[in-house]
C-alpha cells in the first residue's frame, strides 16, 4: 500500500502550524492508535478469533448480506488473503458463503446465528467506549469531534493508492 501525499500542502501546513505542534500532533496520534489497538486486541483477546477475521464480522455484521469483493475492499485486505479468512470463519460455523442467485460468479457472504451474536458482542464494546469517549465532551467537542474525524477518514482514504 502506497501513501500520495502533496509536500507542497504539507510544507504549507507544517509551516502554519509549526513544527513542535506538528511533532506534537503526531505523537498524539500515534499514542490514541497504540492505545485504541491495545482495547481492541485486548477486546478480541477472549474470543478464539484473530483482529482481523474480529473486523471481518463486523464489516459483514455492519453491512448485512454482501458479496465477497465489497467486503475484502471495505478490509482492504488481498483476494488471497481475504479466501483463506472466510474459510476460517465459515468452519467456525460464523458466516455462511451462497452463490449469487443475480450472478453466478460472485458470493454472497453473511453471518450465521452464531456470528451475529459475536458480531452484536463485540459491537456493544464498541458503543461503550464510544459513550466513554463522548461522556468527557460537551456537546460542541463532540460535534467538532465528529466532524475531524469525518473529515480525517474521507481524506486518508484519498490518500491511498
Keep these: 500500500m502506497k501513501i500520495k501525499l502533496n ?6 501546513v507544517q ?3 509549526g513544527w513542535y505542534v506538528l511533532e506534537e500532533m503526531a505523537h498524539i496520534i500515534l499514542e490514541f492508535y497504540d492505545k485504541l489497538s491495545l482495547w481492541e486486541h485486548e477486546i478480541v483477546h477472549e474470543s478464539d478469533l484473530s483482529l482481523p477475521q474480529m473486523h471481518a464480522l463486523e464489516v459483514i455484521g ?30 467456525k460455523d460464523l458466516i455462511i458463503k451462497k452463490t449469487n442467485p443475480e ?5 454472497i457472504i453473511s453471518l450465521t446465528e452464531k456470528g451475529n451474536e459475536i458480531y ?3 459491537h456493544k464494546y464498541h458503543h461503550e467506549l464510544i459513550l466513554d469517549i463522548c ?3 460537551n456537546d460542541e467537542e463532540l460535534s467538532n469531534l465528529r466532524n475531524i474525524l469525518t473529515k480525517i477518514t474521507k481524506s486518508f482514504w484519498r490518500n491511498i493508492i
Design 7 to 12: 509536500s507542497i500542502k504539507l510544507l504549507e
Design 15 to 17: 509551516t502554519k502550524i
Design 62 to 91: 455492519f453491512y448485512g448480506n454482501a458479496k465477497a469483493k465489497e467486503i475484502s475492499g471495505k478490509l482492504g485486505v488481498t483476494t488471497g488473503t481475504f479466501t483463506v479468512m472466510m474459510n476460517t470463519l465459515e468452519k
Design 103 to 107: 450472478d453466478n460468479r460472485s458470493i
Design 120 to 122: 452484536k458482542e463485540h
Design 135 to 137: 461522556s468527557k465532551c
